[in-house]
């Protein structure tokens, strides 16, 4: 059988649904998605098939202007992923429309010659009419080949695009088992829904402070495993608000990680969250790699 393999990068400024879309394409809760900017660290590969076509997903973490070493690993990690993509999406918030970001973005795009297809995404938040310029604007920055409306909350749009990009995939052999979803280790995965309980129940500069490293899982022979969650912060008043009142916010995290991972994981989780201040984690060339980023310098 002569199949068709490919990676497509999906790249975008920070909030323009990279991670839902992602997630809507696979059918799985592969990406974390939060309401605030930059939850998603690290690449992130779902697996789709379509037909003949396996389909690799690359959700990248949005590209900004950098200031920590954690911010900068994950801006270079997210050009990595689209130099390494057989095509990359580019995902506009059709809401916010042409940025400066977005604009920069698509101009970086553009010099760099490489296949690039336009999705704008949220079409369920815009009036029609306001597309077509949008479309025009962002054309004139890189060749856009193809050009898609979607909304990845709705799913309006999606089956088309995954259709297209289906057809579009260079003819070779599938790199992934065809019922594999991800290449994420259950690990980093139980770390990152912690991490997504910590992006949608705290708030401010919180979230950004704070990381979670996966200490040890373990499979336990009546089929549940036992996993356990250091969560690291860089000031002790993140600690105490991460613990909350009597405990009850890290209870909260805990609560809602473990019926995710549950779910996820497909069988009983036993899930030990542990808190520790530990000042400029997000320096330290050891926790970026934890947390699967590669160490820009
Ligand atoms: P990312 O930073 O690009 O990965 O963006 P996320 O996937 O984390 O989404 C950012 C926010 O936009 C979340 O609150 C999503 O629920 C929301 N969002 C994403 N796609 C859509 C969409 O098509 N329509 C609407 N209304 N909201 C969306
Ligand atoms: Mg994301």
Redesign the pocket.
């Known amino acids: 059988m002569t199949g068709r393999c490919g990676f497509v990068a999906i790249v975008?400024?920070?909030?323009?649904?990279?991670?839902?879309?992602?997630n809507r394409m696979t059918g799985a809760k592969l990406?974390?998605?939060?309401?605030k900017?930059?939850?998603?660290r690290f690449r992130v590969l779902g697996i789709l098939m379509r037909g003949e076509s396996q389909v690799l997903l690359v959700?990248t973490p949005?590209i900004f202007q950098p200031k920590r070493r954690l911010d900068r690993a994950m801006v270079a990690a997210a050009w990595t992923g689209a130099a390494d993509a057989d095509l990359v999406l580019l995902?506009v918030?059709a809401r916010s429309g042409a940025t400066d970001k977005v604009r920069e973005i698509a101009a970086r795009l553009g010099e760099s010659g490489r296949r690039c297809w336009l999705a704008l995404?949220?079409?369920?938040?815009v009036a029609p009419p306001s597309l077509l310029p949008l479309t025009e604007t962002l054309s004139k920055l890189a060749a856009f080949e193809r050009t898609f409306m979607?909304?990845?909350?709705?799913g309006d749009g999606v089956e088309a695009l995954i259709d297209a990009l289906a057809a579009a995939m260079p003819e070779g052999p599938h790199l992934y088992p065809d019922d594999d979803l991800t290449d994420l280790p259950d690990r980093l995965l139980a770390a990152e829904i912690v991490r997504e309980q910590i992006f949608l129940q705290t708030h401010e500069e919180v979230p950004y402070a704070a990381t979670a490293e996966t200490e040890s899982f373990k499979e336990r022979k009546d089929g549940s495993v036992r996993i356990d969650v250091t969560i690291y912060v860089s000031r002790p008043g993140h600690k105490a608000i991460l613990i909350g009142d009597k405990g009850a916010r890290i209870k909260s995290i805990g609560a809602r990680s473990r019926h995710e991972l549950s779910g996820l994981l497909d069988r009983p989780v036993h899930l030990f969250l542990n808190v520790k201040q530990r000042a400029g984690w997000d320096e330290e060339r050891a926790r970026l790699r934890a947390i699967g980023l590669d160490d820009p310098g």
């Open positions: 975008g400024a920070p909030n323009a649904g990279k991670s839902t879309l992602m990406s974390i998605v939060s309401p900017a930059q939850t998603t959700d949005g995902l918030d995404n949220k079409v369920d938040l979607v909304s990845a909350t709705t």
